[in-house]
């Protein structure tokens, strides 16, 4: 959900190497762009997402977008990178905010890898968090003040 890697001045001269740890990864990584893959559109690719696409998909991404929608065991799910985009009606999968907001929203979950010890969160991982977040968080009154 974006931010895959962080585009900064610190580590712009290894952007192209960061990128090609997807290969080590045994799935069909779908990147969904966030801030930091825009930074480097924008530095890298003079702001041509269809190029950093391209770019993306010779590293070894399966695809690269900027949100998708999605149908799983009957749950229709937003992805973004943005938890600000969020779509009512859906189960919104987001980044960006990484641990500073924890895993629950009342209109979806947090997927930022570092909250789960960078490992990606499983199909069976993801419906274990939706269990917990209808059945206790979005019960919880404490919850609820934000």
């Given at each position: 959900m974006g931010d895959y890697i962080n585009f900064n001045e610190a580590s712009k001269?290894?952007?192209?190497?960061n990128l090609k740890t997807v290969q080590k990864i045994n799935a069909k990584v779908i990147l969904i762009i966030g801030n930091s893959e825009q930074r480097l559109i924008d530095s890298q690719?003079?702001?041509n997402f269809?190029?950093?696409?391209a770019f993306c998909k010779k590293q070894g991404f399966y695809e690269v977008k900027t949100e998708e929608y999605l149908t799983f065991k009957n749950k229709k799910f937003y992805l973004n990178?943005?938890?600000?985009?969020y779509k009512k009606d859906y189960i919104n999968l987001f980044g960006h905010t990484h641990r500073t907001t924890g895993l629950w929203k009342p209109f979806g979950v947090n997927m930022s890898c570092d909250l789960n010890h960078f490992f990606l969160f499983s199909e069976k991982e993801i419906e274990r968090l939706l269990y917990l977040k209808t059945t206790y968080w979005d019960n919880d009154i404490d919850n609820l003040t934000f």
């Open positions: 001269p290894n952007w192209k190497s690719f003079n702001g269809e190029a950093f696409r990178h943005f938890p600000r985009n």
